[in-house]
């Protein structure tokens, strides 16, 4: 990117398309990060609209003790605000993990026109990996998707996640355990 350019006036080719796109997958990278930091699933996500960022969000379901507050659906409901509108046409929604169902179902029912994603879900990802509910012709709207921009960096930032939790888990179980025995032994 050139430092006489920002990001929303750059789209007159394809190789500008591409750094536009990475300057806001980035961006999304940076706010997983923050979900991380919170304990969270790291994952986030910006809605775009005029080489704009209107929404933004990371994941915040135990923060908030709202298992809805993923990081899509906290942007989309940013953006809708700053849009004074429910239908999000022409917007590009740019997250660093393949949306599950129910945020699919909402990128549909916002009429989002583009999703990127980083890191394909290969359980529960409704993009195309589980199954794919953004493009299923039965529905009255489809999404333009493409996949795999900063995937490695998304891939291992959630992995790096789920093996410390993991580590945790496996500390606490060994840490109770001690316990118990110690409390067995002072009876």
């Known amino acids: 990117m050139t430092a006489d350019k920002t990001p929303a006036e750059i789209n007159s080719n394809d190789k500008d398309n591409e750094l536009n796109d990475a300057f806001f997958m980035q961006r999304a990278f940076e706010l997983a990060k923050i979900a991380e930091q919170h304990d969270e ?9 005029q ?15 709202d298992p809805s507050a993923h990081a899509e659906m906290l ?5 809708g605000k700053r849009l004074d ?8 929604l740019y997250v660093t993990l393949e949306p599950c169902p129910m945020c699919a179902g909402l990128l549909v029912h916002s009429r989002v026109k583009r ?9 529960t990802g409704a993009a195309g990996s589980a199954f794919n509910l953004v493009a ?10 493409e996949q795999g921009l900063m995937s490695v960096e998304c891939s291992e930032l959630l992995s790096g996640f789920f093996k410390r939790r993991r580590r945790e888990k496996k500390a606490l179980k ?10 067995d032994k002072n009876s």
Do not use: W
């Not at 699933?41 to 609209?49: C, D, F, S, T």
């Not at 060994?174 to 409390?183: I, P």
């Open 41 to 49: 699933i790291p994952v986030g996500a910006v809605v775009v609209y």
């Open 51 to 65: 080489g704009k960022i209107i929404g933004e969000g990371f994941n915040q379901s135990i923060m908030l003790n």
């Open 75 to 79: 942007a989309v409901r940013q953006a």
């Open 85 to 92: 509108n429910y239908r999000l046409l022409d917007c590009t």
């Open 115 to 123: 999703l990127i994603y980083a890191s394909p879900d290969l359980k």
């Open 136 to 145: 299923t012709s039965q529905l009255n709207h489809q999404l333009e998707v």
């Open 174 to 183: 060994k840490a109770v355990k001690k316990l118990a025995g110690n409390t």
